[in-house]
């Protein structure tokens, strides 16, 4: 099932070591070996890809889920996932599958070719393909050629993603892949390096590289009791957002849940997501999103101008209130995004009241 990867350089014509240009670690491989993400692999001087067409999982989500709210609301994206990831972080949601080569040398999954991921989301009435659960730079070379084809059936494709692929990669992106959520996981390179086995200075660039190759960019902090919750962690991330991306970025707080390596952490208190959310609007954020706690008023979008409802939200249940093409339907303020509207009955997704 190997197949030859993308972006990648022998060091010298005499050497069969080579260097992995998908991401940021930029790995050195060995013959024999493979890279930070354990399904790149070196073989006689050829680098491979190990997950090409193995899914691990298949599924039908709403967008809400990534989460993309300024993103074709509504609709139901079909998720994909191999297994592998190049960061090992401790609290890991889905480290059952994104750790598993690293954990236990296996590299399962079902074959799953690019048309048929396509045409599986045409059939189930989606408007999108996300590649997520695992970072999607890890099977770079499956996301993008799954992407060629829904692109031909007329969907678009999302990366839920660290943010920690190379400028090289994102180019190659540009066109095929119209939204991403990067998961900002702190303000701190400390933090990246103990929790995640990486570094904060390559995110930060490729957020602004997304948003100048013209990819819809939302961005994500899970927020962690006793780790980043801090108000001058939340200020400096809310801030930079505000500083080097602009008001309009919608900002994600979401709520931790114990999970892998870090079960002994409780979840994130109410009180202190909703801190989160008045650091983001007292920074000038417009769209500042509590997420992973339903029933929260600020689930919902709202007129940054007169304060009108939107979107109403409520988990993945969404309810279009006073947003018309992309616009408010009280002051006639726009709204940015990809797709603001309510979606024809038949593209709706299964959550869309």
Known sequence: MAHEAILWERLAADDLRVRCNLCAHR???PPGRQGACCVRENRDGILVTLVYERAI?????????KPLFHFQPGSRSYSIATVGCNFRCAFCQNWEISQ???E?????GETARPEAIARAAREYGCASISYTYTEPTIFAEYALDTARVAVGLGLKNVFVSNGYMTPELLRLMAGLIHAINVDLKAGRGEFYHKISGADLKPVLANLKLIQQLGIWLEVTTLVI???NDSDEELRWVASYLFNELGPDVPWHVSRFFPHYRMSDVPPTPAATLARAWHIGRDVGLRYVYVGNLPGHESESTFCP????LLIERYG???RFRGLGDGVCAHCGTAVPGVEMRPLDRSARGAFLS
């Open 27 to 29: 790995c050195v491989i």
């Open 57 to 65: 999982s298949q599924h039908v989500d709403p967008i809400e889920k």
């Open 100 to 102: 598993l080569p690293r």
């Open 104 to 108: 236990s040398h296996q590299v399962p």
């Open 225 to 227: 009791p006793g780790l």
């Open 305 to 308: 101008h007169c304060g009108a």
């Open 316 to 318: 993945y249940h969404v």
